[in-house]
């Protein structure tokens, strides 16, 4: 098993940036792929992008293409998220998921999650 906690969230204004981070802790952190997702109030959780074991794909929402950017350290057992030109409507609580295999868009794919970290952005 894995256990994840996100951290980095907040409240920044609308054109600001923020990094998402996602710590591991438990088995080998590198064997995993991992997702970041978040979920606004009233609205179901949605897939924001993906990374492969070693880091070798990447897939993102094309909401999210060109202002988000997700990376992962496995030494440091830590995934990123990188925001950038953040909008009103990307304030949501994100959080990072691990599954055994490759990435999946599907929330339901993924066995391992965080507890979420809120994201603000202000018009």
């Known amino acids: 098993q894995v256990q994840l906690v996100e951290s980095g969230g907040g409240l920044v204004q609308a054109g600001g940036s923020l990094r998402l981070s996602c710590t591991a802790s438990?088995?080998?952190?590198?064997?995993?792929?991992m997702g970041w997702f978040r979920q606004a109030p009233g609205k179901e959780r949605e897939f924001v992008a993906g990374i492969s074991w070693i880091s070798v794909s990447t897939y993102y929402a094309d909401s999210m293409k060109g202002r988000f950017t997700i990376s992962r350290d496995n030494a440091k057992k830590t995934l990123y998220l990188q925001m950038n030109s953040l909008k009103p409507e990307d304030t949501a609580v994100y959080y990072c998921?691990?599954?055994?295999?490759?990435?999946?868009?599907?929330?339901?794919?993924?066995?391992?999650w965080g507890q979420g970290t809120q994201v603000t952005v202000s018009s």
């Open positions: 438990g088995r080998a952190f590198s064997s995993y792929a």
């Open positions: 998921a691990a599954r055994a295999t490759t990435v999946a868009v599907s929330s339901a794919e993924y066995a391992y």
